[in-house]
């Protein structure tokens, strides 16, 4: 059932969205190289803390961070530990925030000091695309319409959409109806209306689409081995467009 949010609702879930925001503005200032993806971790976990909220993810279906933290050729649900980020690596960092009975998320694929142009390029395309569909948004307007045009803007660029993992619903449930898939046919599914609060989030691959989950249950990487950028924001559906609630 997709729940449709008040004006009322969604101005909760912009304080939400603010802080969820700026937990991923102090993780981007904090990267460096050496420092490990569990230190990174706490910093995002002090933030959304000290702002009196909670990290969605801590503890979310088990899971130990209180942001997922992928490096390279992990895609999605990386486990903050003791791996060093090195000079040259992209690190996705998706972070949740909780408060007054709302969430936010959103991800952003961060360099760690000066990468490869393809890396760089990568990461445009994934950005780019999300903003493509951000723009797309409007009451009337279809999730498959939203999908297709991620897809096409990152396939036109030579690279590839992940299936299994979607984008979805946001509100007093971190994941909510409806799924929010990065491909799709234009003209087809969910048609949006007003009210309604989503995750848009391409997670697109240098390489093959196919994926595999590793041994600790949650890691997700690219099949191939090549790398993988992730940028998501929660919008909500207004009669004028979109609003980015996990933007400053």
Known sequence: MICVKSNKEIEKMQKAGAITAGALIAAGEAIRPGMTTYELDKVVHRYITSHGAKPSFLGYGGFPGSACISVNDEIIH????????????????????????????????????????????????TEESLYLAIDMVKPGVRLGDLGAAIQKYNEDNGYSVVR?????????????????????????????????????????????????????????????????????????????GAVILTKV
């Open 78 to 125: 990386g486990i903050p530990g003791p791996r060093k980020l090195c000079e040259g690596d992209i690190v996705s960092v998706d972070v949740g925030a909780y408060i007054d009975g709302y969430h936010g998320d959103s991800c952003k694929t961060f360099a760690v000091g000066k990468i490869s142009p393809e890396a760089e390029a990568l990461m445009k395309s």
């Open 164 to 240: 299994q993992f979607v984008g979805h619903g946001v509100g007093k449930n971190l994941h909510e109806d409806p799924e929010v898939p990065n491909y799709g046919k234009a003209g087809h599914g969910i048609r949006l209306v007003a009210g309604m609060v989503i995750a848009i989030e391409p997670m697109i691959n240098m390489g093959t689409a196919d994926i595999k989950t590793m041994p600790d249950g949650w890691t997700v990487k690219t099949k191939d081995g090549m790398w993988a950028a992730h940028f998501e924001h929660t919008i909500a559906v207004t009669p004028d």
